[in-house]
Nanobody
Framework: QLYLEESGGGLVQPGGSLRLSCVYS????????MAWYRQAPGKQRELVAS???????NYIDAVQGRFTISRDNAKNTVYLQMNSLKPDDTAVYYC?????????WGRGTQVTVSS
């Protein structure tokens, strides 16, 4: 059964850092454009950062310059390095394909930014 498994979240103070990881259990991971998404309480899920199969990355304005998305195709893993975290970054973070047809969603990983 194919799955995505996110990890690395936690409670961090404003200005702190976290590194999220997402492992894909299937094959051909290197062919997929991937992305990190987040969903804050009471809000819709939004795309935060994307990385194409060729390595090009994109970010929403709110995280540009603070977050870095990367991938290790040999490990079927996509990462999200988050620096200078703000309370507004508090959300459940998910990874998935950056495509109209997506994998089944994982459980996500909770990121809480609070003093």
């Amino acid at each position: 059964q194919l799955y995505l498994e996110e990890s690395g979240g936690g409670l961090v103070q404003p200005g702190g850092s976290l590194r999220l990881s997402c492992v894909y259990s299937g094959n051909r991971f290197s062919l997929f454009d991937m992305a990190w998404y987040r969903q804050a309480p009471g809000k819709q899920r939004e795309l935060v950062a994307s990385i194409f199969s060729g390595g090009t990355t994109n970010y929403i304005d709110a995280v540009q310059g603070r977050f870095t998305i990367s991938r290790d195709n040999a490990k079927n893993t996509v990462y999200l390095q988050m620096n200078s975290l703000k309370p507004d970054d508090t959300a459940v973070y998910y990874c998935n394909r950056n495509a109209r047809i997506q994998f089944s969603w994982g459980r996500g990983t909770q990121v809480t930014v609070s003093s």
